[in-house]
């Protein structure tokens, strides 16, 4: 089983709403990734977690909070955003947090936000 | 220049036939590399993993890497209506970084 779950599939807020997605996966990958992508443009990777620890920031605005409770569960938590931030957020998960085949990544099926 | 070039298209074929998908990169340390399908406003689905030179075969699917020429392929041979998506490549190095490709836009008419 290759599964990622996003909630919700679509999220409509407006720029003073703070709001959360949520990401799981059951299948004991250590590795865990928040992308942005917008239309017609490849995945824009945000946030990597390893071993529940925040390893890479790509530079994201504060306005993104990331969270990793446990080794199955993501969560990005939303604030203050701008129109410009609607986007399909993805997230996905690999067995380990280095290279190699241990570490292809398995992408959910996102979040389509739509910032008002 | 981008660290990975992948033609957008779209591309377009009849159902039947054989698509190349093809993309060029500049970054020597890449090792890793896949083939990722994407259909729309859904999330990439990866088809395809590589490591170093060599090819692989799956089913209608294979795919190709010729590290001396930078130049990675993905070969659909008897193409369907259903292939009709987004292909998009990435590679990584010894970071576990993806590097993504633009993607191309496939479509098979029946």
């Known amino acids: 089983d290759t599964e990622v779950t996003q909630t919700p599939k679509h999220l409509v807020m407006g720029m003073t709403n703070k709001k959360s997605l949520k990401c799981e996966q059951h299948?004991?990958?250590?590795?865990m990734y928040w992308y942005k992508q917008k239309a017609k443009k490849p995945p824009e990777l945000m946030f990597v977690y390893s071993y529940e620890k925040l390893s890479i920031n790509e530079s994201v605005p504060s306005r993104f909070s990331p969270e990793c409770p446990n080794s199955s569960l993501l969560n990005l938590h939303l604030h203050a955003l701008q129109p410009e931030d609607s986007a399909l957020y993805l997230c996905a998960s690999s067995q380990g947090g280095g290279a190699g085949h241990r570490d292809t990544q398995y992408f959910g099926p996102g979040t389509r936000l739509t910032v008002l | 220049q981008k660290e990975v070039e992948q033609d957008p298209g779209p591309l377009s074929v009849p159902e039947g036939a054989i698509v190349s998908l093809n993309c060029t990169y500049s970054n020597s340390a890449f090792q890793y590399f896949m083939w990722y399908r994407q259909y729309s406003r859904k999330g990439p689905e990866l088809l395809m993993y590589?490591?170093?030179?060599g090819n692989k075969e799956d089913g209608r699917f294979t795919a190709q890497v010729d590290k001396s020429s930078k130049y990675i392929s993905l070969f659909i041979r008897d193409s369907q209506p259903s292939d009709s998506a987004t292909y998009l490549c990435a590679m990584s190095g010894n970071t576990g970084k993806l590097i993504f490709g633009q993607g191309t836009t496939l479509q098979v008419k029946p």
């Open positions: 590589t490591y170093s030179s």
């Open positions: 299948m004991g990958h250590r590795a």
